[in-house]
């Protein structure tokens, strides 16, 4: 049985005291038997902050992105070295933001993936299709060439950690949202495309959240699907009573 995780992405939201108000209203609301993994995403000036505000908590802490070096003349760069040095346990690779935004490639997310289980760091890797590959009936082809990309070279033992993320770049931050259905079906052509990459038993090991405009109102019928095993949230995590929900609700499933 895999357990749920249900991680909420910032994005470039909140100032630092937003941040802390947050936390603290998120753990006085949170159950502390809460079965799912809850994991926040903050932007990066609020990390180590956070990580100290979670201990005791249900909550981990996690990071939006991050360089794949170690160490360098990288201006403005994060590397694993500095997350794991803070208590960061996990971070976001491969957003569809990052890859439009600031040209990442699956090349690049898979030295990130490499570098990530180097520093004991979860990686939570992004894959997705567009709207347009979607409607040209290409999300099979896209979405298996990305996973398979991501996981070049990466062991038995370090896929059995890993986190994918099936985040439909038609559904992030527009309102519209793949059916239960249709995300699972996407969700469970990645773990066979796992499969066809490791043993039987590392595939299964993978969780596989859906992300896309993920809401209190429609995250249980996601939860209920075979293979979707938590979500990757946007604008619904910058709410402390929504996360709240979505958290408990991963917590019952």
């Known amino acids: 049985m895999r357990k749920p995780i249900i991680a909420g992405n910032w994005k470039m939201y909140k100032t630092m005291q937003e941040a802390t108000s947050f936390m603290e209203e998120l753990t006085g609301k949170l159950d502390r038997s809460v079965q799912a993994d809850v994991v926040i995403c903050p932007p990066a000036p609020y990390l180590a902050v ?4 979670s201990e005791g908590t249900p909550v981990q802490i996690g990071a939006q992105t ?19 040095s803070i208590g960061v346990g996990l971070v976001i690779l491969g957003h569809s933001e990052r890859r439009q935004y600031y040209n990442e490639t699956d090349e690049s997310v898979n030295r990130k993936v490499k570098a990530a289980f180097a520093h004991e760091l979860t990686p939570i890797v992004c894959v997705g299709e ?20 991501a996981f070049d070279g990466i062991s038995e033992e370090d896929a059995k950690r890993a986190v994918v993320a099936y985040e439909p770049v038609w559904a992030i931050g527009t ?14 052509h990645i773990r066979s495309v796992l499969k066809d990459l490791y043993l039987d ?31 990757l949230v946007g604008g619904a995590s910058l709410d402390p009573d929504s996360f709240a929900a979505l958290a408990e609700a991963g917590s019952h499933e």
């Open 130 to 149: 567009t709207l347009e590959q979607r409607e040209a009936e290409q999300t099979a082809e896209i979405v298996g060439s990305q996973v398979k990309k």
């Open 50 to 53: 956070l990580v100290e505000k």
């Open 66 to 84: 991050m360089h794949e070096e170690d160490e360098g003349a990288f201006t403005g760069e994060v590397s694993p070295r500095m997350l794991q």
């Open 175 to 188: 309102g519209r949202t793949a059916t239960a259905s249709d995300a699972n079906e996407v969700c469970a």
């Open 201 to 231: 038993e590392t595939a299964q090991a993978v969780r596989i959240q859906y992300g896309g405009s993920v809401k209190p109102a429609n995250i249980g019928e996601l939860l209920a699907e075979s293979d979707i095993d938590g979500a």
